[in-house]
């Protein structure tokens, strides 16, 4: 199991002392999100200040961009970082393609196969010079003159991910991609009993094997020895309660029987009750959702809890430069000691 580290904010001015930080550390991976700054400019100032972590984006929205562009990105990113990139790509929800982006949202999960197979397609004219050919229902795709022609790279083969919670996702996931990014609202019952299955039954239908592909999540925590662990666990409950109250993870209230608190949740939500919310998270709740222990025994924790479920983890926990840097050296010596 890999130890990654997620930043859902991407400070440019900060990127290169926060990624040699991380490195130093011994984090294998660096994910930056789509939140309230792009995910791909970070990228590229970590690429130019590190020199073995893994970079990727969990994740990049995917439909308000075309396929030719998030194929010049990963592609420049992939050789500028020597083949440490990792092109992560999500759906996002209808109400942000089209009210935050200007995007178009039909038919997500074949639109997000066909962005798949039209970044490929691009990659391997890139790679091959042979001619730009792929026809779906939304691309299209047919003109790759020399000029316009990125040319092969040493490292043509860029993983791509995708963000993947229900049925259809996850089944794409497995058919068509390398890995998935599994949101921190997971619990072992889920992984095992739901996502999995799709994730096979994609593999299957795309003639892959499990050692070609990783499952990668973000999990809550809870560092019982932190400085500020009472501050951190009130996080976390707020956290669950939030995503909770989201129609797209009822399958995991479905899954245990926890349908009601996630409607009240949505009640909750819309009348804009957010500090009244955690309340609503019980103690077998956060068991489910929540690893809590010293920094040091949080990756045999882990270890004992997702078993070969999940392939890397990074904590639903921000790591801010200066702070707990012992407490995050130690779990990270911890994950590599164990795995």
């Known amino acids: ?162 963000s993947a919670v229900n049925k259809l996702m996850l089944r794409l996931a497995g058919s068509h991609c390398n890995g998935v990014h599994l949101h921190a609202i997971n619990t072992v019952r889920y992984l095992a009993e739901y996502a999995w299955p799709q994730i096979e039954a994609g593999m299957q239908k795309g003639g892959r094997s499990r050692s070609e592909f990783q499952a990668a999540a973000g999990v809550f925590v809870i560092p019982t020895d932190a400085q500020e662990s009472a501050k951190i666990e009130a996080y976390v409950r707020q956290q669950i309660s939030f995503y909770l109250s989201t129609p797209a993870y009822r399958i995991v209230t479905e899954l245990h029987g926890w349908e009601e608190v996630g409607f009240r949740l949505s009640k909750m939500a819309r009348r804009g009750e957010w500090q009244e919310m955690p309340t609503l998270i019980s103690d077998e709740m956060m068991s489910e959702f929540v690893v809590s222990e010293k920094w040091s025994k949080l990756p045999g924790k882990l270890r004992e809890k997702y078993g070969t479920l999940l392939d890397r983890v990074s904590y639903y926990l921000p790591y801010t430069l200066g702070e707990e840097d012992e407490g995050w050296r130690e779990t990270v010596l911890g994950m590599k000691g164990l795995f």
């Open 1 to 162: 199991m890999k130890i990654d580290v997620m930043l859902l904010n991407n400070d440019l001015s900060t990127m290169a002392e926060y990624v040699q930080a991380a490195e130093t550390l011994g984090f294998d991976g660096l994910w930056t999100a789509e939140t309230n700054h792009d995910p791909f400019f970070p990228l590229v100032v970590a690429t130019e200040h590190s020199h073995q972590i893994q970079l990727g984006t969990a994740i990049a929205v995917t439909f308000p961009r075309a396929p030719g562009t998030l194929a010049q990105i990963g592609w420049d990113l992939a050789k500028y970082s020597k083949g440490r990139f990792i092109l992560g790509l999500g759906s996002q929800v209808r109400a942000h393609n089209e009210r935050r982006f200007g995007a178009t949202w039909d038919k997500p999960v074949r639109q997000m196969r066909e962005s798949i197979e039209a970044i490929r397609a691009i990659w391997h004219s890139y790679q091959t010079g042979e001619r730009l050919q792929y026809e779906g229902e939304y691309f299209k795709l047919s003109l790759m003159t020399p000029f316009f022609n990125a040319g092969p790279i040493e490292y043509p083969n860029v993983p791509i991910y995708i």
